[in-house]
């Protein structure tokens, strides 16, 4: 199993920037297509961005993309989320999740087909 570790959450303004990473130990994470999720109090999950394996495919959700970057540094065991042009409708917690069960996949989109996820960075818009 692979073990997920978020940081770099916090308290930003409107308009201001945050990174978040993501370790991975355990298994090989390198292998695995993973992504970024969040959720705000009262409303579902939802995927905020994904990336294959290998990190050549990406996929953003409408309202993030051109905001948000997705990338992996697969030497380092690493996932990292660049959050830009932030708004207060971005506070949520963050997940990154790891697609375990299923080598060398493209993005997928979906919560349920993750089965890897770390415990959440809480990130806070003001306005």
């Known amino acids: 199993q692979v073990r997920l570790a978020e940081s770099g959450g916090g308290l930003v303004q409107a308009g201001g920037s945050l990174r978040l990473s993501c370790a991975a130990s355990?298994?090989?994470?390198?292998?695995?297509?993973a992504g970024w999720f969040r959720q705000a109090p009262g409303k579902e999950r939802e995927i905020v961005a994904a990336?294959?394996?290998?990190?050549?495919?990406?996929y953003y959700t409408d309202s993030m993309k051109g905001r948000f970057i997705i990338s992996r540094d697969n030497a380092k065991n690493t996932l990292s989320l660049q959050l830009n042009s932030l708004k207060p409708k971005d506070t949520a917690v963050y997940y990154c999740?790891?697609?375990?069960?299923?080598?060398?996949?493209?993005?997928?989109?979906?919560?349920?087909?993750?089965?890897?996820w770390g415990q959440g960075t809480q990130v806070t818009v003001s306005s």
């Open positions: 999740a790891a697609e375990c069960r299923n080598l060398n996949s493209d993005y997928v989109r979906a919560a349920r087909d993750y089965d890897c």
């Open positions: 355990g298994r090989t994470f390198s292998v695995y297509a």
């Open positions: 990336i294959s394996w290998n990190g050549v495919n990406k």
